[in-house]
């Protein structure tokens, strides 16, 4: 078994960081928000498996053969290594968690060295498993990642590598790594193992369970008495009586209460809230902050609703006292010991700047307190306004309805000629709606005829999740892979799938394989020109967008190593090789208000800024990878997006939520928004298929094919998206109705019973739309 890069390389997760729960340790905080000018280090998510502890618990119907090294090392095998078995290690420092016997596998000279064993004919297709292992490591390093993964080799030979556990281990502890897999082609052979730290530091295994994942409970509709939609959970927020009443300082700052702030409330929730009283214009000053985290606050405890989506609005202001640089306020929640990010701005001038954000409780908290904080020591803070409301969602749903109508519409005249006319009736059926749906794909689960019928029934555009990449298609350099991509692309091509193409590069260095990190600036350059070269040489014309340089807004890698001009560089020689793809950018945590090195504004700039040098942008991308989205928060980043003149379009959408009616209001809401505005041209989902996603509990199907709650709003949406109308002709020959845009089949039926059909389609336009048919 060659190894070619691992999917740690080529399977990488998006790096979101949104709602990242961190310990209240306020002094703690204080330091991690201003620690390298980032109100927020970007914290991996860390997915939480559901099946973990079921497994665990029970063990029983194990696939693995010998799973506590009971009978020593049999079904075992060593992976490049050597693989003892031991009582105990290190002078008895080390010995087993449960049971006698733990193994460790020694004198590893590459970090895919490891134990493993062949799970052949052991695994089924299309059903999902749960893996729980017992493991920690000894040597020469304290802690490293420790992985397992899973070989499968498809019938037509074809390898995959799946991902199941990746873990931070140490040599103090032994640890519990979960996760799960599933596997939609015919395999020929599967093997599990362990690699990941270091060469010279021994991976520990004392257990290994493989079984069937245990069946989720359906999810409860969560039932809302009497919601208090729109009602603001903050007391005092208007500081009327001129007091700070209700409000207290968290640290040991001063709150004074100050005129001169906007009488009006900030756009964002005046667009959920609709007409509402002015403001006081008062606000609170904090002084005397000698920590970033210091800043007002209130007891919020009794007054949140779990699974209630809350708004959080504020005007916030900043008065340097004699520190410079951008300063970012934050409007937060402290919930149980957890921070929840409610929204986030940068703020460097003397202006009344929106926070805007957003959270959702899944359980009732015993303790939840709201606070503003972020800017440096010293520097005084000003509050006005703070506005924390339940969210209606339904309210926005029907105003977006109206939207659609507007945007996604068209009055249509059919005009009948041909005898026999009067009195017939006409019945209109649309087929498709043209607005572009799409979703992400991987080659593996193409291999799923369920998983090809919905993609191919629900969406008119695909793209794929790794197969395009560079660190896949030239894993080591001049060792080029373009199978799984061609096959990708001739199977959109007979389904009918319009393609974009993710990504020619991708700024992250995480992202980035070994071999072109470890280049120097001039081979780095040629590697550069080389990967554009071959790449839109080989598929020219075939896909029709183009993932350029991917989240440029937080990554550095290219621009760090080879200068200023390289981002637009990439863009220009992209268009001279296939002129008729669409350049995007595609960024994530544009639209929710959570991250301030990532706003709209920040977009827009850096978009002008590539323009100006020459880059032919096409369209904007926003990923979409998206936690507790808000109506008007993300509609008011597609209004800005929106005065570039160029399309947006939602490239990468997923949301999460373990409560399957709460993903599916969550979806809902983000394609309502999309599907009503006029700036946003195509959604793109980041997979649907359970297991196949990068993102936990965000799936529309579920592993074994049942559609869920999610599945079953997305599919009522595309039927509502879909119009219909019956009626007479009129003695003109003429029958009026107004569609969505897309293909419809006509039926007219005369009165002598006589039935014809014709299809036609209803493009964008904004003057009615004549459509002659010929009945003769
Ligand atoms: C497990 O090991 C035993 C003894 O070496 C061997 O007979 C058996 O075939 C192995 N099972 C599998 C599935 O490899
Ligand atoms: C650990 O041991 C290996 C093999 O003996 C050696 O190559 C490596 O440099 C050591 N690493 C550290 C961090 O000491
Ligand atoms: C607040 O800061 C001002 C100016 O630095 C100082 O004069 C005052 O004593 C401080 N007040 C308190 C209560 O610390
Ligand atoms: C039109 O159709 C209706 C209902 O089928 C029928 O009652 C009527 O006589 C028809 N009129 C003509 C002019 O054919
Ligand atoms: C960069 O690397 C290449 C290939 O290893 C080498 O030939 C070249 O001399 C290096 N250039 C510089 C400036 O170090």
């Not at 007091?243 to 100050?258: D, Q």
């Not at 991708?506 to 020109?529: C, F, K």
């Not at 020959?733 to 293909?743: L, V």
Request: aromatic share 10%.
């Amino acid at each position: 078994m060659a190894r070619p890069t691992s999917m740690a390389e080529t399977k990488l997760p998006f790096s979101a960081l949104s709602v990242v729960l961190l310990s209240l340790l306020l002094p703690f905080l204080g330091s991690a928000l201003t620690a390298g000018g980032s109100i927020l280090s970007p914290f991996p998510r860390q997915y939480q498996s559901k099946y973990g502890e079921v497994a665990a618990a029970v063990g029983a119907n194990n696939i693995i053969l010998n799973p506590r090294f009971e009978d020593g090392l049999k079904n075992w095998s060593a992976k490049g290594c050597r693989v003892e078995l031991h009582e105990s290690m290190a002078d008895g420092k080390i010995v087993p968690q449960s049971g006698k016997l733990f193994v460790s596998a020694t004198d590893r000279t590459e970090t895919w060295n490891g134990i493993e064993q062949e799970l052949t004919g052991r695994v089924q297709r299309e059903v999902a498993y749960g893996v729980t292992a017992i493991a920690r490591i000894y040597g020469n390093v304290t802690a490293a990642t420790l992985q397992l993964t899973l070989w499968v080799q498809e019938q037509d030979r074809r390898e995959e590598y799946i991902s199941i556990a990746s873990l931070q281990v140490t040599d103090k502890d032994w640890v519990q790594l979960q996760g799960e897999f599933l596997l939609n082609g015919f395999p020929s052979r599967v093997i599990i193992y362990f690699e990941g730290p270091p060469a010279g530091t021994d991976i520990l295994i004392n257990s290994l369970i493989v079984q069937h994942a245990a069946k989720m409970p359906s999810s409860a509709r969560p039932v809302f008495q009497d919601p208090p939609f729109d009602v603001n959970v903050i007391e005092n927020s208007n500081l009327d009586d001129g007091t700070t009443a209700g409000w207290f300082a968290l640290g040991n700052c001063l709150l004074t209460v100050e005129r001169g702030s906007p009488y009006v409330l900030p756009p964002m929730a005046r667009d959920s809230l609709g007409p509402h009283e002015s403001l006081s214009s008062q606000y609170m000053r904090v002084t005397n902050r000698t920590e970033s985290w210091m800043g007002p606050a209130q007891i919020v405890t009794d007054k949140l609703r779990v699974y209630l989506t809350y708004q959080v609005s504020a005007w916030v202001r900043i008065s340097h006292g004699g520190t410079t640089g951008p300063q970012f306020v934050n409007a937060a929640l402290g919930v149980d010991g957890q921070w929840i990010n409610g929204g986030e701005v940068e703020v460097n001038d003397g202006n009344w700047h929106e926070i805007g954000g957003s959270f959702r409780l899944e359980k009732q908290p015993s303790n939840a307190m709201v606070y503003v904080q972020g800017p440096a020591s010293g520097v005084d803070l000003m509050v006005a306004g703070l506005q924390i409301f339940a969210v209606n969602r339904k309210a926005r749903f029907s105003y977006l309805r109206k939207q659609a109508d507007k945007i996604r519409k068209r009055d249509v005249v059919l005009k009948f000629s041909g005898s026999g006319l009067s009195n017939s009736s006409v019945s209109v059926k649309q087929m498709q709606n043209s607005f572009p749906l799409g979703s992400c794909i991987t080659r593996t689960s193409l291999d799923n005829e369920n998983f090809v019928k919905f993609l191919t029934d629900n969406f008119n555009w695909a793209v794929f999740e790794n197969e395009m990449k560079w660190s896949w298609t030239e894993p080591q350099q001049g060792t080029f892979n373009y199978k799984e991509a061609d096959e990708m692309l001739d199977f959109c091509k007979t389904h009918n799938l319009k393609v974009r193409g993710h990504c020619i590069f991708w700024e992250m260095e995480y992202a980035i394989q070994s071999w072109v990190r470890s280049l120097n600036e001039s081979s780095l350059t040629n590697a550069v020109e080389n990967r554009l070269y071959n790449l839109l040489t080989r598929y020219k014309g075939k896909f029709d967008h183009y993932d350029v340089n991917n989240e440029m807004l937080h990554g550095s890698f290219y621009q760090g190593r080879l200068g200023y001009d390289i981002r637009a560089h990439m863009f220009r020689t992209a268009h001279q090789l296939d002129p008729l793809a669409a350049l995007f950018v595609n960024d994530y945590h544009i639209e929710d208000g959570s991250d301030v090195g990532s706003t709209p504004e920040k977009y827009i700039k850096q978009v002008l800024d590539l323009r100006e040098q020459g880059a032919q942008i096409g369209g904007i991308g926003v990923q979409g990878h998206i936690e507790v989205p808000v109506g008007s928060i993300v509609s008011s980043a597609f209004d800005k997006l929106g005065t570039l003149g160029l399309p947006v379009w939602i490239t990468e959408l997923d949301v999460s939520s373990a409560n399957e009616f709460i993903r599916a209001e969550d979806l809902e809401v983000m394609l309502r928004e999309a599907f009503a505005h006029p700036a946003v041209e195509g959604v793109v989902l980041w997979g649907f298929w359970e297991l196949y996603m990068s993102r936990k509990n965000a799936h529309l199907v579920n592993a074994n094919g049942k559609i869920n709650q999610a599945g079953k709003r997305f599919l009522s949406l595309k039927k509502e998206w879909l119009s219909q109308a019956n009626g007479g002709i009129t003695e003109q020959g003429e029958f009026k109705f107004r569609g969505f845009h897309g293909t419809y089949d006509v039926e007219i039926v005369s009165s002598s019973s006589q039935r014809i059909s014709k299809t036609f389609i209803i493009d964008k336009g904004y003057s009615p739309l004549v459509v002659s048919i010929d009945l003769m």
